[in-house]
């Protein structure tokens, strides 16, 4: 940006919003958010690919991922906004890149909406056959849309719950693994270090496999910024999210795969037909393990659509406030930007119908398109926290409640890290295309983004 275009910081705080999230919603959205579908579901592919690697690769990408929150802590307990990392981007680099992160984090969380319902419609139309998967997302879509609507405090009740099951059912998970691993757990033998013995069994191409595959599981951990901005207190809730989010990680994530690869035989079929986390609990003797995990999973499947019919309305009306979008998105109704949920949920709708009437061309190129945003989001929060940095602590000083550790040394390392993922994108076949097309996308926003700001300047 040009140093002689004049830039309106974003407003500090969304007076115009409610502040009905409670510090109990705010700590348990923390917490469930960071146990995703991704994680029950995605990580099978993972480590068919790595094998019991898989536990380097999350503890690559999970130390990534708690630099990326500890710089976005830092930037949103010093400014709350419910434009969080997109606020940021406006304030330290321009609006071109707040517009940029914006809308391209909106597209990604109403896309994922619809393919969060299309998932949880496929394990309901499991249970009672003959039901038609479209009426099931539909009446999911229904009741968030309408809980989301209504007031947030809604928006936390199901989130405190949803994150409760999720975090009650990864415990109970990690306890029997390590009773079992232990060979203290009744009708079960311990398999020793027996599975372990060819560790990278797909060398250093199938870890790459198994981190990129890592990489976006972690997704939906910025959810929580958004939701400080509407909590009690958005700087305490903003920093307690922050600082615990390493043990969460180490726990939940890096706990979990290696109680997996302990377990059950990398290379078993269960691993990615079943998923790990049912093969695991079939290999314990757990009787009714299949239909349990797919209660959980279904709970993780509706949780993110909930959060992401939440997100995508704040951060779209957080553009619409800043001027980044059209006004309509930015009514707020009873303390909530009613027009932006009803948009959020119709975006995510459309994607379904896309999913059944162009399954073949339209709607693999919009998962395409969507498929690395989430690392140019994580580049537009490193990049902003390394300007920001500077300016709080010369202008305010006393709102660097959360700071980066070791800056700016930590922040150039984790550029670095995002930059190798990207290379090792280009590599591989099936994520070069998401590459390209994301980054087709981010260019076309910008380029729009830019002109508007050109535009702005000369009026």
Known sequence: MSRTTPVQAPPEADASLSHGLKQRHLSMIALGGVIGAGLFVGSGAGIAAAGPSIVVAYVISGLLVMLVMRMLGEMSAAHPSSGSFSAHAERAIGPWAGFTAGWAFWILLCTAVGLEGIGAAKIVSGWLPGTPEWAWVALFMLVFCGANLAAVKNFGEFEFWFAALKVGAITLFL?????????????????????LTDFMPGGGEGLVIGLLASVFA???????????????????????A??????RIALFYVGSMAIVVTLVPWDSQEVVESGPYVATLDRLGIPGAGQLMNVVVLVALL????????????????LVRRGQGPKALGRVSGGVPRIAVLA???????????SYWRPDDVFPWLLNMIGA?????????????????RRLEREAPGKLVVRMWAFPVLTWVALAGMAAIFVLMAREPDTRVQLYSTGAMTLALAAIGYGRQRARARR
């Open 175 to 195: 306890v029997l693994g390590v009773l079992a691993i232990a060979g203290v757990l009744p009708g079960t033998d311990s398999p020793g270090t027996s599975n």
């Open 218 to 240: 972690y997704g939906g951990l910025e959810t929580v910024t958004i939701a400080a901005a509407e909590s009690e207190d958005p700087v305490k809730g903003v920093a307690s």
């Open 242 to 247: 922050v600082r615990t989010a390493m043990w």
């Open 303 to 318: 949780s993110a659509m909930n959060a992401n019919i939440y997100g995508a309305s704040r951060i779209g009306y957080s």
């Open 344 to 354: 959020s949920c119709v975006f995510g709708f459309v994607c379904v119908v896309l």
């Open 373 to 389: 945003v989430i690392l140019v989001v994580w580049i537009f929060i490193a990049v902003s926290q390394l300007r920001l940095r």
